[in-house]
């Protein structure tokens, strides 16, 4: 089984960048779908981006498409979510997901098995 372990978060203002981690260990991340959502409380879990196990296919949010940028670096079993040009309507807990398929990009949160814990993201205005 694999564990995941999101980092990068924090406080930003509006207009700012960040960069969020999604480290896993246990398995190889390699042949694991991966893919980011997003929950804000009294919401429902936002799907935000996920990439294919071998980062040849990507597949977005609307909300978040031409901001935000999915990548994943095998050799170091971390896939990344660099965040651009953030609203404060981005503010959320991020959480990584992974799914053991060669299957592609995934969308729904109920299609993965593997979750993390999840890492705060503020952007003010």
């Known amino acids: 089984q694999v564990q995941l372990v999101e980092s990068g978060g924090g406080l930003v203002q509006a207009g700012d960048s960040l960069r969020l981690s999604c480290a896993a260990s246990g398995r190889t991340l390699g042949i694991f779908t991966t893919g980011w959502f997003r929950h804000v409380p009294g919401k429902e879990r936002e799907f935000v981006a996920t990439i294919s196990w071998n980062g040849r296919t990507t597949d977005y949010a609307d909300s978040v498409k031409d901001r935000f940028t999915i990548s994943r670096d095998n050799t170091k079993n971390t896939v990344y979510l660099q965040m651009n040009s953030l609203k404060p309507e981005d503010t959320a807990v991020y959480y990584c997901?992974?799914?053991?398929?060669?299957?592609?990009?995934?969308?729904?949160?109920?299609?993965?098995?593997?979750w993390g814990q999840g890492t705060q993201v503020t952007v003010s205005s």
């Open positions: 997901a992974a799914k053991r398929t060669f299957a592609g990009t995934l969308t729904t949160a109920n299609e993965y098995s593997t």
